[in-house]
């Protein structure tokens, strides 16, 4: 397990680190660079129609079709490991 420890020797706590600068959907998100609302949304960051300011997606993008893929196994493509 990691352990991270801050300069003056206190735990690190994430939960503490209070607003950060992150995309919110269904809310009204201003810019950090000019103050607008208008955003280009992708899949892992929302940038800025006006000053290309990107931002992270508070929920990491992890939503939609076709994020995750289960093994496909083909008949006669086996790994073969050498013992």
């Known amino acids: 397990m990691l352990n991270l420890v801050s300069l003056e020797g206190k735990a690190y706590n994430p939960g503490a680190r209070g607003y950060y600068a992150a995309y919110r959907p269904h809310e009204v998100n201003h810019c950090p660079g000019c103050g607008r609302s208008h955003w280009l949304v ?5 940038e800025c129609a006006f000053c290309a ?3 992270p997606l508070l929920d990491g993008g992890m939503n939609g079709i076709g994020l995750f893929r289960r093994g496909h196994h083909q008949p006669g493509h086996e790994t073969v490991l050498a013992a």
Do not use: I, S
């Open 42 to 46: 992708g899949r892992a960051l929302a």
């Open 53 to 55: 300011t990107a931002l």
